[in-house]
């Protein structure tokens, strides 16, 4: 798979080399957020266009403009002047003293309210959650499809995203913790700004949510039900899937408040990577269960009634059919109790570096002498800044030797910030050199926008000319695992 590591560099980040513009570039899986089920569907770029589209499965119509959030507006203090009957002027003085002091205090107030009213969303549910991961069940004969649905449905919801413009769209959730915390997807947010949330339950009553964290990575996003007791639902460990699983899909694709569908497969693969909007790689589950506009954020179960993973995306084209995308369990918990905790995703690894993989079909065509990363660009904030130079060729990392970057993005997720790690690198003139670099953080940020515009954009992409094919694309290094 030909593709970059990017791991937020700043806007100073070093361009590719433009001299190696001849490698040819694979086409790979791209994940692109659903368009609204009444809508056009979602263009891909030029050089991807042959490439099969990922979508994300949330629908969502045109969005409309929205109203700028009013900041607090500046008073101006004007010059008190007494009345003609108040000749002493220290009676002068100290009226414009109170008044000014009550004025100011007015405006500190206000400004406490406004910023106040304004956190409240992003301050909610910081607090540690304790959800485990439940073993797949020995000595179990496996539900039906009926006996699943039936055992999970209190524990999925219809979601629906609003704002006071009118931009609205629709998703599921599934219950995290029975005090009311909700995982969905991160998208499903990016094209309604200061978005609200409609819950509706099993039963056909609805809550109101509040949005509590988001990251656009990994997609993934917490909302949280101010009160109450639900039914969270049992979460199992995605690395015990196993390709030809048995598995289920529950969401809500006929709209938030229709009652839950259900749609039955198999686990086609239990770690398959794909770029997502963001451009990062991401290890996801993929599965030939219907995934469907309005199932963003929805559950993916096995048959003892665990889910295993939360639906995200599907493939689309006219050449393929029945692939669909969750992000497994292990990823969720790590990924949302941090958000619940941190209100962001804080200890994710990242490197630091743009690349194209070199592979050793790649390097014969080329005529490369090794196979491994080809260095398109190092970020300042990257341990390998000014260790590494464009053009240099990371060969072995840890002294596994990097036959394919499917090496690097498991090794990375698989780490977190501060984890250090053994780089062998050969350099444009031939020369070996290997050195420890620390893996710095790689902080995530949302969709979600409380301004007109939703300010959707891929985060840590990078700009330049790439790497040896010259192609320009540019791929995020994926989140830490």
Known sequence: MDEFLNQEPRDEEIPAEEAAAEMPQPAEPIAQAEEPAEGPA?????????????????????????????????????????????????????????????????????AAGYYAGRNTLFAAGRHTVKVDLAARPKNTDEMTAA?????????????????????????????????????????IYAEVPSAKFKIYLADGSERDAEYVAGDQISDLAVLKIKSGTYKAATFGDSDELYNGEHVVAIGRPSGAESNSVITSGIISSTGERVRGTTNYSEKVIQTDSAINPGSSGGALLNMYGQVVGITSSKLAGVNYDAVGYAIPTRKCKRIVDELIKNGKVTN????????????????????????????ASVAEDSDLYGKVSEGDIITQINGVDIVSDD????????????????????????????????????IGESSYSNQASS???????????????????????????
């Open 42 to 110: 979602t263009q891909t770029s030029a050089e991807e266009s042959a490439a099969p589209v990922v979508q994300e499965t949330q629908a969502a119509p045109e969005v409309a403009p929205a109203p700028v959030v009013t900041p607090i507006q500046k008073i101006e203090y004007s010059s008190l002047t007494p009345a003609a009957n108040h000749k002493p002027a220290s009676r002068g003085l100290k009226f414009f003293a109170v008044a000014l002091a009550l004025v100011m205090l007015l405006s500190v107030a206000s």
């Open 147 to 187: 006996e699943v649905y039936n055992a999970a449905n209190e524990s999925i919801v219809g979601i629906t995203v609003y704002n006071t413009a009118g931009n609205s769209a629709q998703a599921s959730g599934v219950f995290y913790t029975k005090d009311g915390y909700i995982i969905t997807n991160d998208h």
């Open 348 to 375: 994710r690894a990242k490197l630091g570096i743009t690349y194209t993989a070199i592979t050793s079909v790649i390097a014969e065509i080329n005529n490369y002498d090794h196979v491994g990363l080809y260095v």
């Open 407 to 442: 090496i690097v993005l498991d090794l990375i997720e698989e780490s977190v910030a501060g984890d250090k790690i053994n780089i062998t690198v050969v350099t444009e003139k031939g020369a070996e050199k290997r050195f420890d670099a620390e893996l710095k953080a790689n």
């Open 455 to 481: 300010g959707n954009s891929s985060q840590g992409g990078a700009s330049g000319s790439g790497g040896p094919d010259g192609s320009g694309k540019t791929f995020d290094f994926p989140s830490g695992e």
